[in-house]
């Protein structure tokens, strides 16, 4: 069995391949590390098959489906979950064939309604049902304690103490635990009677997980994240440094239209030398008036540089084929005391 972990924050995801016939899957992949998961199955020899989620996330942005179009290969996950995208359900007792790879799914409720675990030769992969001294939480939308105790406790740590038990999370750089062990230490494990068990689980009183709205949303409707279309409009783009522009800016070259694309409060606060101000949330509507020459050079910028990324993105699928955007924002202009044209200096969102 070929076995790459990758650790994005607390975070886990498996790719786990066949070493005969080089099929493999990939486990709870995350939206930051899409380069890094196809980069190990190159550098591995391995074909990815399947792309699974072991539960519905609402602590992280789940990449398997863009994944699994990447990949031409279907996502799988429980039959209870609640995404409408899923290409393969997969339920309690049936099997994935990975090549020569049995990966047998066991449908461990608790943590959410949808939460299984994979047991695939000499471990299982336990999601966010059992971690590494601890186990996932039970209050967040479809979670259910005794649900949880019943999967624990009838199920998952009925199975080979031997077996090497890698979750979904880690907090402490742990590379991994076992059955066993996780049965003889584990805190949560030593409320052996139902009830105490729910009690603590009830009792835990945990703060949301950052994110939790929007990992829900996209996780769920397979829609993308904030950062996801900021990465996708900056893959599109070229920039231009603070530096360059201010050199540019001094020495007056006509060439580059500066468009200021923040609010008029903030443009009016101070902007770069002869920038035109065109708001983001007017930019189409406008841009025949303001900008009736698809060939100029233009530069966007904003407050933080995010929107001007934006910007620049949809200038350059407008046909602005000269559009770039601004390496950094006017906040980080004005930080760096570069000259600014017009009134004070508050500023605003952009
Ligand atoms: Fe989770």
């Given at each position: 069995m070929i076995f790459e972990q990758v650790t994005t924050g607390g975070c886990r995801s498996y790719l786990v391949g066949c070493g005969d016939s080089c099929a493999a899957v990939l486990i709870d992949p995350e939206v930051s590390q899409v380069d890094r998961y196809l980069a190990l199955a190159a550098r591995d020899g391995l074909r990815v098959r399947y792309v699974i989620d072991t539960h519905t996330h609402a602590d992280h942005f789940s990449a398997t489906r863009q994944l699994a179009?990447?990949?031409?290969?279907?996502?799988?996950?429980h039959r209870a979950s609640p995404a409408p995208g899923v290409d393969m359900r997969v339920d309690d007792g049936e099997m994935l064939v990975v090549g020569k790879l049995r990966m047998r799914v066991l449908h461990t409720p608790g943590h959410t309604?949808?939460?299984?675990?994979?047991?695939?030769?000499?471990?299982v992969f336990t999601?966010?049902?059992?971690?590494?001294?601890?186990?996932?939480?039970?209050?967040?939308?479809?979670?259910?304690?005794?649900?949880?105790?019943?999967?624990?406790?009838?199920?998952?740590?009925?199975?080979?103490?031997?077996?090497?038990?890698?979750?979904?999370?880690?907090?402490?750089?742990?590379?991994?635990?076992?059955?066993?062990?996780?049965?003889?230490?584990?805190?949560r494990l030593q409320h052996r009677e139902r009830e105490d068990f729910v009690?603590?689980?009830?009792?835990?009183?945990?703060?949301?997980?950052?994110?939790?709205?929007?990992?829900?949303?996209?996780?769920?409707?397979?829609?993308?994240?904030?950062?996801?279309?900021?990465?996708?409009?900056?893959?599109?783009?070229?920039?231009m440094?603070?530096?360059?522009?201010l050199e540019r800016s001094t020495r007056g070259d006509t060439d580059l239209i500066v468009l200021d694309v923040r609010e008029r409060e903030a443009f009016m606060a101070g902007h770069v030398a002869g920038a035109r101000h065109l708001p983001r949330g007017q930019l189409e509507l406008r841009v025949n008036e303001e900008l009736p020459d698809p060939t100029?050079?233009?530069?966007?910028?904003?407050?933080?540089?995010?929107?001007s990324t934006?910007?620049?993105?949809?200038?350059?699928?407008?046909?602005?084929?000269?559009?770039?955007?601004?390496?950094?924002?006017?906040?980080?202009?004005?930080?760096?005391?570069?000259?600014l044209q017009g009134g004070g200096d508050t500023p605003a969102p952009g």
């Open positions: 179009r990447a990949l031409g290969v279907p996502t799988v996950m309604r949808d939460s299984m675990c994979l047991v695939v030769e000499d471990r999601g966010d049902t059992l971690l590494i001294g601890g186990t996932g939480r039970t209050d967040l939308p479809t979670g259910d304690a005794h649900a949880l105790y019943d999967s624990l406790f009838g199920r998952l740590l009925k199975l080979d103490p031997a077996l090497q038990v890698h979750p979904a999370h880690e907090y402490k750089g742990r590379d991994h635990s076992t059955i066993g062990e996780e049965l003889a230490s584990n805190p009690a603590l689980m009830h009792g835990l009183n945990l703060s949301m997980p950052t994110h939790v709205t929007e990992a829900l949303r996209t996780n769920l409707s397979g829609g993308k994240t904030v950062a996801q279309m900021l990465a996708e409009a900056a893959a599109r783009v070229p920039f440094s603070l530096d360059e522009l100029r050079r233009i530069i966007t910028c904003c407050e933080f540089g995010r929107i934006l910007a620049a993105a949809t200038l350059r699928e407008m046909g602005f084929m000269r559009a770039v955007a601004l390496d950094g924002g006017i906040k980080a202009w004005r930080e760096a005391g570069y000259p």
